[in-house]
C-alpha cells in the first residue's frame, strides 16, 4: 500500500466546478492550501483546477464522481483515504429544483435525497478516520435558508437541507472534544449557474434582494469555519424573519414566491 505524506495536506471541497464550490476552492487556495477539488462529469473541472495552481503555486486534484450513485462515492472516498491526507472537508454538493410533487420523477426525488442527505453523511463519516490523523482538522458543511421553513412546490429540498443543519450541529457537538471542528452555513439564493440564475429571477424583488455573492459567502464562512464557528449565519436578516414568522403565514408566502419557478 502507499505509503501516505501525512505533511501535505489537503482540504477537499465538492461540488467544485462553478458558483459557491469553486469560491470555497479559490479562497482556500489562496491560503496556501492544497485542494481536492470534486465534481460532476463534464464541468470544466480541469481548467478550474489549472487556473487555481497558475493563480497560487498550490498542489490541486480533481475529480470526477456523481455522487447520486452509492458505487461512485464509495469509490472515491476509499482511493481518497488510501491516498492522501485530509485535514479539510468542505460538503457544498447538492441538488434540488421547483416541482409539484405529483409531476416529480422517482429519480429526481431520489436523486435530491441522495446527494444532498446520504452522500453527505457517508462522505464525511468515511473521512473521519483520515480527518482525525492531523493535529487540527475542519468539517463545513452548506445547508440553506431554506432549513428554516418548509415551502411548496420544493417540499423535499428544503426538508433535505433541514438534515444537514441538524446533523452538522449534533455531530460538532460530539466532535467538541477532538481536533475536528464541525460548522454550517445557511446561505440564501446565489446565481451559481444559469439554470438557478434563472430560476431566481422568476421569484421576483424579494428573490433579488436576498441574493448573495458566492465569493464573499465563501470567504466569510471560511474565516469563521477556521475560528471553530459552529452556526455560521450567513443572511441575518432572512434568518430572522425565518425564525420570527409563524408558519401560517411563512409557508404560504414563500410557496406563492417559489410558485413562479414551477
Known sequence: ?????????????????????????????????????????????????????????????????????????????????????????????????TKKIE??????????????????????????PNLKRHKKSYILNVSSIAAFSPIGYKTVYPASKAFIHSFSIGLSEELRNSNITVSVINPGAMKTNPEITARIEKQGFLGKLTLLEPEKVAEYSINKMFRGTTFILINPLSWLLSKLLPNWIKVPMMTKIVKREA
Do not use: C, W
Not at 13 to 26: D, E, H, P
Not at 116 to 125: D, G, Y
Open 103 to 128: 409531476d416529480a420523477s422517482f429519480n429526481y426525488l431520489n436523486t435530491i435525497i441522495q446527494v444532498n442527505v446520504k452522500a453527505t453523511t457517508l462522505f464525511t463519516h468515511q473521512l473521519l
Open 1 to 97: 500500500m502507499k505509503k501516505i505524506d501525512s505533511k501535505t495536506t489537503y482540504a477537499v471541497v465538492t461540488g467544485a466546478s462553478q458558483g459557491l464550490g469553486k469560491a470555497f476552492a479559490f479562497s482556500l487556495a489562496k491560503r496556501s492550501h492544497n485542494i481536492i477539488l470534486i465534481s460532476l462529469p463534464n464541468q470544466k473541472l480541469k481548467e478550474v483546477a489549472n487556473h487555481i495552481k497558475a493563480l497560487y503555486g498550490v498542489k490541486v486534484l480533481y475529480f470526477e464522481a456523481d455522487f447520486s450513485s452509492d458505487e461512485n462515492m464509495f469509490s472515491l472516498v476509499n482511493f481518497l483515504n488510501k491516498n492522501y491526507a485530509i485535514d479539510i472537508l468542505i460538503n457544498n454538493a447538492g441538488t434540488g429544483g
